[in-house]
């Protein structure tokens, strides 16, 4: 059994997702004017998600041939608060997986550094505050310092513990990706960022925004950027949509595109064929777990009736709304809750490779 203590949440800020250029980036000085987010902001948007991850496969030795590296950045001189926020980091790297096997049918996987669980294996890494604030400085600092930034057989996609512009969620391009713990798509916006770093949307696509983004959505990167080629267009309404990439199959993602179509002309902006991407055979993928069932508890312990191949969440109610965890991925139908009130309201939720089950408030017994 293991559990992780989170407390509270700080303000959740809707800040519009963007991509600049590294070259249109100035580099500034890092300033906490903006609160960043914790653990448990992140995990509201992978709840949303819910029902579209899917579990990181194996592909050959985990570190051999091109890889994306996940890397979690802090500031120096500042608390690392990656153990606070492994568990959603890991949960959001399922959703990466998910956005690109769904999206092909389970017939590409993302090529993480991984272990021999298939556990993608995550670097941390401290950068001066002063270079926390945009891509090119992370970027030139660490290439410059460590010898492993300058792979070119690496995409390194960073989640940066720090204050960003307002103006911007994340930046991608060149094989590097970033999103901020300033904004709210910490946990969420890095796939589409990674999805920049892969070389999306090329400014010749048919929807083409002319700011790397597309416009006939709805998917992971078409959205409204101010771009000179937008018009209003939605192909894609069903719900769940914004978790999968390319609405048409037309733009920058497709495994078989149509014969003849511009994606097919141009294989070199279709993403699908990605080196940081593996070919792989098709798979089932797991749907949502059910709700736990039989969550009771008393002023020691609160109980549940487990399924197979199920982890659980467990989870208390504070009186500003927010959620304090008491645990996180137990592999158990009970777990001791010494010194909770009893008028405090306690919950349990299901959590596999797929996602979030509902919450289940515990019963006094």
């Not at 290439?143 to 940066?160: D, G, H, I, S, Y």
């Not at 309404?237 to 595109?257: E, H, T």
């Not at 593996?278 to 069932?293: H, M, N, T």
Request: charged residues 20%.
């Amino acid at each position: 059994m293991a559990g992780r203590l989170w407390v509270g949440a700080s303000a959740v800020l809707a800040l519009a997702v963007g991509f600049l250029s590294p070259s249109s980036v100035a580099a500034a000085v890092a300033q906490d004017s903006t609160v960043r987010q914790s653990p448990l902001d992140a995990d509201y948007y992978l709840a949303d998600a819910s029902g579209h991850w899917a579990p990181p496969r194996c592909v050959g030795d985990g570190s051999a041939g091109p890889r994306v590296q996940p890397v979690f950045v802090y500031r120096k001189g500042f608390r690392n608060r990656f153990p606070q926020f492994e568990t959603v980091l890991r949960r959001s790297l399922a959703l990466s997986t998910g956005i690109v096997e769904r999206s092909s049918g389970t017939r590409r996987t993302v090529r993480w550094v991984h272990d021999a669980a298939c556990r993608p294996k995550i670097w941390t890494v401290a950068v001066p505050a002063a270079k926390t604030y945009d891509l090119v400085s992370i970027r030139r600092y660490l290439t410059k310092r460590q010898p492993r930034f300058r792979a070119t057989n690496r995409v390194f996609t960073l989640w940066v513990d720090a204050t960003t512009s307002p103006n911007w969620s994340g930046l991608g391009g060149d094989r590097w990706s970033a999103t901020w713990s300033s904004s709210w798509g910490f946990v969420w916006v890095d796939t589409h960022e990674m999805i920049h770093a892969l070389g999306a949307v090329s400014s010749a696509a048919p929807h083409a925004t002319g700011k790397a983004h597309c416009y006939d959505g709805y998917d992971v990167m078409c959205y409204r950027d101010g771009g000179p080629g937008w018009r209003k267009v939605v192909r894609c309404a069903w719900p769940g949509a914004q978790y999968r990439l390319d609405c048409g199959d037309d733009d920058y993602f497709a495994v078989n595109p149509r014969r003849g179509s511009w994606l097919a002309r141009n294989p070199a902006a279709n993403v699908a064929n990605s080196r940081f991407l593996a070919v792989v055979a098709p798979r089932a993928l797991p749907s949502e777990p059910p709700a736990p069932s039989s969550v009771v508890r008393n002023e020691v312990l609160v109980t549940w009736q487990m399924q197979p191949g199920v982890r659980y969440d467990v989870g208390v109610r504070d009186p500003d709304g927010s959620v304090t965890w008491l645990g996180q991925d137990l592999n158990a139908g009970v777990l001791a809750i010494g010194g909770i009130d009893p008028t405090t309201r306690v919950f349990v939720r299901a959590v596999n490779d797929a996602g979030y089950s509902s919450r289940v408030r515990a019963a006094f017994a």
